[in-house]
């Protein structure tokens, strides 16, 4: 999310320097924003498990858009928050929701569009009726003729074979909350 203001940022600051003719612009910045020559598109999916679970990624992006936050539970992989009191639970998922709808806002109000999605599933992990997929994202922004792509990871979680989905973005802390629910055998099959 943070590479995201950065992005916007930078891209604001691009743009307001070529409108003006301006060579100003910090070519270190430019180089690090990742540019691309049209959206990444939507992965296809291949199977109804597959299809499941792209649609439910929607749905939940769709929730965090909306400030749906009750949606958003359902969605976001519910270890996540396991050791932390109900309230504390609470407020850090509204707080997600509020950290992303703002930067949706931010984003727009500055002439974009962004649209997430996954736009691969790299890896496939089964155990019986659980399910680990490590699905790519795309966070692809539109705008003043430009497109960037802002590419990261997420686990897609399903405890019901592939009935119902969670997710969890892949960070420092994603080993350990995975621990709390699978053993160290899938978890190793996962992040090698």
């Known amino acids: 999310m943070r590479k995201l203001i950065f992005y916007i940022s930078a891209i604001c600051i691009c743009i307001s320097c070529i409108s003006s003719n301006s060579q100003t612009a910090n070519s270190k910045d430019n180089a690090e924003i990742p ?9 296809t999916a291949s199977s109804p498990l597959e299809e499941n679970l792209v649609n439910q990624f929607n749905i939940y992006i769709d929730a965090m858009r909306n400030g749906n936050v009750e949606l958003v539970k359902q969605y976001l992989y519910s270890d996540l928050f396991a050791q932390y009191p109900a309230d504390y639970k609470n407020r850090a998922y509204q707080t997600i929701v509020n950290l992303f709808q703002n930067t949706v806002t931010e984003t727009e109000n500055n002439g974009f569009t962004i649209n997430c999605a996954i736009s691969d599933i790299l890896k496939q992990i089964s155990d019986n009726d659980r399910q680990i997929y490590v699905c790519e994202t795309t966070m692809n922004l539109s705008g003043h003729d430009k497109f960037i792509a802002d590419k990261s990871q997420i686990f897609a979680i399903s405890t019901n074979n592939g009935e ?23 978890i190793s099959q996962i992040v090698e």
Request: cysteine-free; glycine content about 0%.
């Open 35 to 43: 540019f691309v020559s049209s959206p990444i598109p939507a992965y």
């Open 164 to 186: 119902s989905w969670q997710f969890l973005e892949m960070s420092e802390d994603a080993e350990h909350i995975l621990s709390l629910r699978f053993s160290q055998r899938i």
